[in-house]
């Protein structure tokens, strides 16, 4: 069985600083992928990232940068210098070999991220 | 592009009556998905179809709730009859074999 934990419920941060979200994934797949989406307040779901099981390198994209250990199942999201646009629920999740377009995912519970400014 | 299409936004209805959630997927997307969130279980997969058959529905809660797929433009999901605790956002996804998913805005459902 697959599994995704997201220990943060709600992070608060001033404007500008760094943030980090943790995500801890179970899977007995030796082939999987993991995501993060976002849920603005309007409530859709925005994907940002997908990551295989065999790439471990870290990944940046602007703001926004992901780091995959296998070692510690663990897939963490920061965002740095942090803005207030950036206030969201934030999910991560994980999807087995079909890289999440033949499966379904498996959601953590998201974490709150709030911005003040 | 357009992306997943929900309809309607909102719902609200009564307890006992038959409430219907449209999608329409990505043009070309051939897997489509639907979910369902609520505070007290986070997002769920209730079902899923290939070429518009159902792959697996283990997700589905219980049979008031039905999923169709007539095309590959449209799916619809049913409950009949509705319950309040049916009350949750239900979202809809699409992709090809190997993309991730996209999501369309969501249902907001109320029942009374």
């Known amino acids: 069985a697959q599994k995704v934990t997201q220990a943060q419920t709600e992070i608060s941060v001033v404007e500008k600083e760094d943030v980090t979200l943790d995500c801890v994934y179970e899977t007995r797949d030796t082939t999987y992928y993991l995501f993060w989406y976002k849920q603005p307040p309007s409530g859709e779901l925005v994907f940002l990232i997908r990551r295989n099981s065999f790439d471990e390198q870290n990944e940046i994209s602007g703001r926004y940068s992901w780091n995959f250990q296998k070692s510690t199942s663990s897939f963490n999201f920061t965002i740095t210098a942090s803005q207030v646009v950036d206030s969201a629920v934030y999910f991560c999740a994980l999807s087995g070999y079909s890289g999440g377009g033949a499966d379904g995912l498996t959601f953590g519970k998201g974490t709150h991220l709030i911005i003040q400014p | 592009d357009a992306g997943v299409i929900q309809s309607p936004r909102h719902e609200v209805t009564e307890m006992g009556q038959e409430v219907t959630l449209r999608c329409k997927p990505i043009?070309?997307?051939?897997?489509l998905f639907w979910y369902r969130q609520t505070m007290m279980r986070g997002l769920e997969l209730l079902i899923y179809f290939n070429n518009n058959v159902p792959i697996d529905d283990s997700g589905m809660p219980e049979d008031r709730f039905s999923a169709k797929m007539p095309n590959a433009s449209f799916s619809t999901l049913k409950i009949q009859p509705s319950e309040p605790r049916d009350s949750a956002v239900y979202f809809c996804?699409?992709?090809?074999?190997?993309?991730?998913?996209?999501f369309g805005a969501g249902t907001r459902l109320s029942v009374l």
């Open positions: 996804a699409s992709s090809l074999m190997s993309s991730p998913q996209y």
């Open positions: 043009s070309g997307h051939d897997y």
